[in-house]
T-cell receptor, first 115, second 110 residues
């Protein structure tokens, strides 16, 4: 079975440009999470989606960050007017639900570099 | 105080030894705990889950949970150089969010 798929695997862009990162969760997983991990640092929670409920956006660092999830499956994380401090690995994870016994399974991440 | 705390390490052990990784959590209502392994430049990989007090064994890995003392540990027996990685502890909090510790870097020396 396919795992969590993220694209692109690497993205290099100039400061000020907008970027879109994509995540395709494991089939049947209703919960989807985005994290950011800077070099040598821990995981920073950004946003999560559960089914058709309103997403928990409490971790988004600024209004330049937004995410959507269409049809309860694929999710796109958008960063507008990128800054150099946005450089990090962006990880997506999915789980079968938000019941507090479900592990999250991670994709390989998108390594974002802002020049 | 962070919700899930780990010593950042590095923890250095010789090949063949037992590596002991520890984690404490602050939310008493946490019921589910996970250990992830993350190789440098890679994404976290789930290796163990534990929900009940006591030990849970899976191959060379043993997870231990003590809810009264609010700690979780991971033992790796017969450590191999290929076990060298960062190990992340995670726990669900009262808000049903999976919270990660900062990770412990393990180095197994041949």
């Amino acid at each position: 079975g396919a795992g969590v798929s993220q694209s692109p695997s690497n993205k290099v862009t100039e400061k000020g440009k907008d970027v879109e990162l994509r995540c395709d969760p494991i089939s049947g997983h209703t919960a989807l999470y985005w994290y950011r991990q800077s070099l040598g640092q821990g995981l920073e929670f950004l946003i999560y989606f559960q089914g058709n409920s309103a997403p928990d956006k409490s971790g988004l660092p600024s209004d330049r960050f937004s995410a959507e999830r269409t049809g309860g499956s694929v999710s796109t994380l958008t960063i507008q007017r990128t800054q150099q401090e946005d450089s990090a690995v962006y990880l997506c994870a999915s789980s079968t639900g938000t019941a507090s016994n479900q592990p999250q399974h991670f994709g390989d991440g998108t390594r974002l570099s802002i020049l | 105080q962070k919700e899930v705390e780990q010593n950042s390490g590095p923890l250095s052990v010789p090949e063949g030894a037992i590596a002991s990784l520890n984690c404490t959590y602050s939310d008493r209502v946490s019921q589910s705990f996970f250990w992830y392994r993350q190789y440098s430049g890679k994404s976290p990989e789930l290796i163990m889950s534990i929900y009940s007090n006591g030990d849970k064994e899976d191959g060379r890995f043993t997870a231990q949970l003590n809810k009264a003392s609010q700690y979780v540990s991971l033992l790796i027996r017969d450590s191999q150089p290929s076990d060298s990685a960062t190990y992340l502890c995670a726990a669900y909090n009262a808000g049903n969010m999976l919270t990660f510790g900062g990770g412990t870097r393990l180095m197994v020396k041949p």
